[in-house]
């Protein structure tokens, strides 16, 4: 008992009030592209990058393939390359997720006056992961822990895609996950939206280039919302969520 007083108390309150607010100490978030000029036919960032994410002449960094991993800012020789703390990486638009040292900022997420109206009290999510690494599982699972709490909201991951308003879409699509997850948004009522959570999902990230992939599925149906992460950090998807459905904090 006194071990587990003594636990809580270093820890303190790990509760966070406010997750528009937070300060994730240590969080790899949005790329920041500095002015300074590229050294002559260097393309180090280029080459380290394993999603294929970053483009020259002018350097830009496409979120929806990048998995945050750091190791171009390691390589570039002129630092024009480095990460701020900033999770707050979500958009509505796939061609929103790219910056650059002109776009710097991601566009702010377009509410949806219709989703508010429908979703803004109570929006049920069904989470469906087709091939991922449990990398964006475990953190969408950490949405309801007491840290994030994201039912105090009115969202909740439900077990039924038959109760669920919203799909939560996460890895790359694998062969053997394409028909299950067709089967999910069949199953799910109108109207419904989908959610595209991490690298995976937007782009295929690392794995894009499988052929074990068949993501088909997604020229079908357009995510309403796109979380940018390798994993997603909780607060990306919560912040994204509220912005969404403008849901106050």
């Known amino acids: 008992m006194f071990q587990s007083i003594y636990v809580r108390k270093s820890q303190g309150k790990q509760f966070i009030a406010d997750p528009r607010q937070a300060n994730p100490p240590g969080f790899r978030g949005k790329p920041v592209i500095d002015v300074v000029p590229c050294m002559l036919d260097c393309r180090r960032c280029v080459d380290v990058c394993p999603s294929e994410a970053i483009a020259l002449n002018p350097v830009q960094i496409d979120l929806g393939r990048c998995v945050l991993c750091g190791d171009c800012e390691l390589v570039c020789p002129s630092q024009k390359l480095s990460f701020s703390p900033d999770f707050r990486l979500a958009s509505t638009s796939r061609d929103a997720l790219t910056v650059s040292t002109a776009r710097p900022n991601i566009d702010p997420i377009k509410v949806s006056a219709e989703l508010h109206k429908r979703f803004g009290r109570s929006l049920k999510l069904r989470s469906v992961s087709a091939g991922g690494c449990n990398g964006c599982e475990m953190e969408i699972n950490a949405l309801g822990n007491v840290n994030f709490d994201l039912?105090?909201?009115?969202?909740?991951?439900?077990?039924?895609?038959?109760?669920?308003?919203?799909?939560?879409?996460?890895?790359?699509?694998?062969?053997?996950?394409?028909?299950?997850?067709?089967?999910?948004?069949?199953?799910m009522p109108e109207p419904k939206i989908l959610i595209a959570a991490g690298a995976c999902a937007i782009s295929g990230g690392v794995f894009a280039h499988s052929e074990a992939l068949d993501r088909s599925f997604l020229n079908n149906v357009a995510p309403a919302l796109y979380v940018p992460g390798c994993p997603v950090h909780p607060l990306t998807f919560i912040t994204g969520i509220l912005d969404l459905l403008g849901i106050p904090s």
Do not use: E, F, K, T
């Open 151 to 187: 039912g105090r909201y009115g969202i909740d991951i439900v077990a039924s895609p038959r109760h669920a308003d919203a799909l939560v879409l996460s890895g790359p699509i694998s062969q053997n996950m394409a028909g299950a997850l067709q089967m999910c948004w069949d199953a």
